[in-house]
C-alpha cells in the first residue's frame, strides 16, 4: 500500500512539473545594476514563444513593461514607451533608460496581446547608473 501511495505521490509531483508555466529574466537579475544600455533576455517554459497575430493554444509572446502598473489576465497590453511589445517573438532586446531605479515586468500575451495575467508575470527591480 505505501509504495503505491508513493508511486502515485511521486506521478502527481512529475506531471505538475512537466505542465508547470513560467516566465522569467535571463538577464538582468533582481537588484542588478546596468548602463544606461543593456540587453534583456526573456524566457518562458510551459508555453511556446509565437508572433502576435493567432491565438493558438499553449503560444504567446513577451511585452516588457517599464514602471508600469500589473495588466490583468484577458486584457490588452498598451503599446507605448511603458510597455514594449515583442510581437515577432523575440527573447531579448536592447533597452536604454535614464539613471535611475525601475521596475521592469515581463508578461506573457497571447496572440493579440491579451496577458496572460499573474501566472506569466515576472517583475523585478533593477538601477540604471
Do not use: W
Not at 506521478?11 to 540587453?39: E, R, Y
Not at 516588457?64 to 500589473?70: E, P, T, V
Not at 515586468?105 to 506569466?120: I, P
Request: hydrophobic share 40%.
Amino acid at each position: 500500500m505505501k509504495s503505491h501511495l508513493f508511486l502515485a505521490g511521486l506521478i502527481s509531483i512529475l506531471s505538475i512539473n512537466v505542465f508547470a508555466q513560467a516566465i522569467d529574466f535571463v538577464s538582468p537579475k533582481d537588484g542588478d545594476t546596468v548602463p544606461t544600455t543593456f540587453i534583456v533576455k526573456m524566457a518562458v517554459t510551459g508555453m511556446k514563444v509565437a508572433p502576435a497575430g493567432e491565438i493558438i493554444e499553449g503560444t504567446g509572446h513577451h511585452h516588457l513593461l517599464i514602471n508600469a502598473s500589473d495588466i490583468a489576465e484577458g486584457q490588452v497590453i498598451p503599446n507605448d514607451t511603458q510597455h514594449k511589445h515583442f510581437g515577432k517573438g523575440q527573447t531579448e532586446t536592447e533597452v536604454v533608460l535614464q539613471p535611475g531605479k525601475y521596475k521592469l515586468t515581463l508578461q506573457f500575451a497571447d496572440g493579440v496581446h491579451r496577458s496572460y495575467g499573474e501566472k506569466l508575470r515576472k517583475s523585478i527591480e533593477i538601477t540604471v547608473k
